[in-house]
């Protein structure tokens, strides 16, 4: 007897999910030699282990019981408290432990809120690009996917605007928009408050949510800081996710949705169905951690160490990159800068000869949902040394240099090199 045809029973739902080309040209990175620009990944130096031994062991002594046992779905109540508490003195976010369900990282946030708001015939807009795990997430339920572009100061909400008014006449079912407003993924890009108050403007004047994917909020080097939207909404339009990856450490999983209580109570049921609960264990080392009044002053030493691996990728690219091929926006804070090379410049296949030179980046076409930006590449600088930050961006320049005289030099006459746009 023969092995069952599993494409024939798999669900509809399951054949859309494909291997992502990202992850296998990921694979390529694994090698010790590469230095790879390639992960969006928290450096080690910035995990707190001291602390974290420190919290565990009076757990692990005062209430074993507690930490090792099943929790509710909706998170440690003690948590949640204070995170409550932080959103209103940090971000001057209004609402209580009610208004938050914890999530197993980030990406079950976005992947819960795809099972409540996403149908077939739904219609979600994100940016061009967008963070890679919100696309994928959203893709599995089959939204109507709209893209609206970002420069240098986020989100266009006047291109926003259009595509709303073109909507109203039209009957279409938008349920929400998606962005990450502050340090954005990939872009690097922070939207501006006139910008952040138009979107809101807009969300009630044309009734739909808007989803604040907030991870490198925190993770500010230089500039004033921004209110977030969700502080400026005063008709629960804003749903809000956070995260401790970037401020406590990845491996635990730990993160938020912060939301109108409709919301959250339906999130606490699609949760239920999926893994019961968050692990209590490490929600209470992160309840700890905030009450312990670790969380800021741990932060000036992340804040510290990344805004010198961001001024050193800075400087080097300033140094070495072939400019007439390539621009980037400076970060003023996050993990990322955002590169836009010449059209002539197909980064999927620029990808193979990096490679070759040891050095890696993610390509541009896998943030965009219709493909498009393969003339773009995002660049992590918060994981590699500083040395081989310096010397990846070397390899990196010399990589670029080759392929714009290649394929844009060659292609070209004497003064006919088109203008690179982008963000």
Known sequence: ???????????????????????????????????????????????????????????????????????????????????????????????????????????????????????????????????????????????????????????????????????????????????????????????????????????????????EDDPYGELRYEG????????????????????FSKTLVPGFRIAWTYGPKPVIDKMVVAKQAVDLCTPPFTQHVAKEYLRRGYIDEHLKHIIDLYGRKQRIMRDAMNEYMPKEYIKWPVPEGGMFLWATLHENINTTEMFHDAIAENVAYVIGSAFFADGSGSNCMRLNFTHADDDKILEGVKRLSGVVERWGREKVDAASGPGEKEVITGV
């Open 224 to 243: 004033e800081k921004v209110p977030t939207l969700a502080s400026l909404d005063d008709e629960e339009r804003v749903i809000y996710l956070g995260t």
């Open 1 to 211: 007897m023969s092995a069952p045809h599993f494409e024939s029973l798999f669900s509809t739902r399951a054949n859309r999910m494909k291997v992502s080309v990202i992850r296998e040209l990921l694979k390529l990175t694994q090698k010790p030699e590469v230095i790879s620009f390639a992960g969006g990944l928290p450096n080690p130096l910035a995990f707190p282990v001291e602390k974290i031994q420190e919290i565990v062991n009076d757990l692990l002594r005062d209430q074993p019981q507690t930490i090792l046992q099943y929790g509710s779905t909706e998170g440690v109540p003690d948590l949640r408290e204070e995170i409550a508490k932080r959103l209103k003195s940090r971000w001057d976010i209004d609402g209580d432990a009610e208004n938050i369900l914890i999530t197993v990282g980030s990406q079950q946030g976005l992947d819960l809120l795809g099972r409540l708001f996403i149908g077939s015939t739904s219609t979600i807009i994100m940016e061009a690009p967008t963070y890679l795990g919100a696309l994928n997430a959203f893709n599995v339920y089959d939204p109507n996917i709209v893209s609206i572009p970002l420069d240098d100061k986020g989100l266009m909400v006047d291109r926003l605007e259009e595509y709303l008014g073109t909507m109203q006449k039209h009957s279409i079912n938008l349920k929400f928009l998606y962005t990450v407003p502050t340090f954005h993924n990939p872009a690097g890009v922070c939207m501006s408050y006139s910008r952040r108050k138009k979107l809101i403007d807009l969300s009630h004047e044309y009734d739909f949510m808007v989803v």
